[in-house]
């Protein structure tokens, strides 16, 4: 009777050990586009790749939480948020009042400036309203970069796309004078073959009313803890050196940016 007992009470044990640890290890789903590459791609054979997947899965091992990846398109990817196809967006998404007022963000874990692209032979110059009037500019719908281009560029006609890549296939085609995107997006797309088509006329200083911070991670409104949970792992991670780690896989510099 006495070695019966002590195996229960030794299977209750390691039970109830197993369900504790079940419940510590938590899982998160993470939401992304897959569609912006270098941060977020989707490659042939299915795998999210990229600096934002890199980033949410080194944030995941500082929260010691399990992490899996849904891929959603641009347009849905908030409202997917809020229906609870996932748990956050990391997806290079800017941190704006309007996008504010439907998500809550951690403050930023990058920040880097748009710019404008345009075929080899154009004769555009710069950057402003009057370098663009009279072109038709190609930018990815639902963006700050759209935004930032219909109300700056009101002498253009500014055409949206679903994607960048589809922006960037008309721009090659000739059937776009320019484009308007983040620097770095636009810059690794001119160094493929892809972008032999075209040249960067230069850096727009970002506007910070339709810009933003930088981009954030976006999690249901009210989620405060689950907020601060990340905000402590982006600092974490930019202390103990696994940021640059990631950085430098990427990119020549520090896509952090600035102090804002």
């Given at each position: ?180 995107d983040d620097i770095v997006v636009l810059q690794q797309w001119l160094d493929s073959p892809d972008g032999a088509c075209c040249k960067l006329i230069g850096a ?57």
């Amino acid at each position: 009777m006495r070695i019966a007992l002590r195996i229960a009470l030794a299977a209750s044990a390691a039970l109830l050990t197993l369900g504790v640890a079940q419940a510590q290890e938590k899982t998160l789903k993470i939401g992304t586009e897959g569609a912006y590459p270098p941060f977020n791609n989707l490659t042939s054979d299915g795998q999210l790749v990229g600096f934002d997947i890199d980033i949410a899965k080194a944030l995941c091992d500082e929260m010691k939480v399990k992490c899996t990846f849904v891929a959603q398109d641009w347009d849905g990817i908030i409202p997917a948020l809020q229906a609870g196809k996932f748990d956050a967006i990391v997806a290079s998404m800017s941190i704006t009042p309007e996008r504010a007022e439907k998500v809550d963000f951690t403050h930023k874990y990058y920040n880097t400036p748009p710019a404008i692209v345009a075929p080899k032979d154009s004769d555009i110059k710069g950057v402003t309203k009057e370098d663009l009037a009279g072109k038709t500019i190609g930018v990815q719908a639902s963006t700050t970069h759209f935004n930032y281009s219909t109300k700056t560029y009101i002498d253009s006609t500014v055409k949206p796309y679903p994607t960048a890549q589809e922006y960037q296939l008309d721009l090659a085609n000739g059937r776009l004078d320019a484009a308007n995107d983040d620097i770095v997006v636009l810059q690794q797309w001119l160094d493929s073959p892809d972008g032999a088509c075209c040249k960067l006329i230069g850096a727009i200083k970002p506007v910070v009313e339709i810009h933003g911070p930088g981009a954030g991670i976006a999690v249901r409104k009210g989620e405060t803890d689950l907020v601060n949970q990340f905000n402590a792992a982006i600092d974490a991670i930019r202390a103990n050196g696994k940021y640059k780690e990631i950085n430098d896989k990427y990119f020549k510099f520090d896509v952090y940016g600035g102090d804002s």
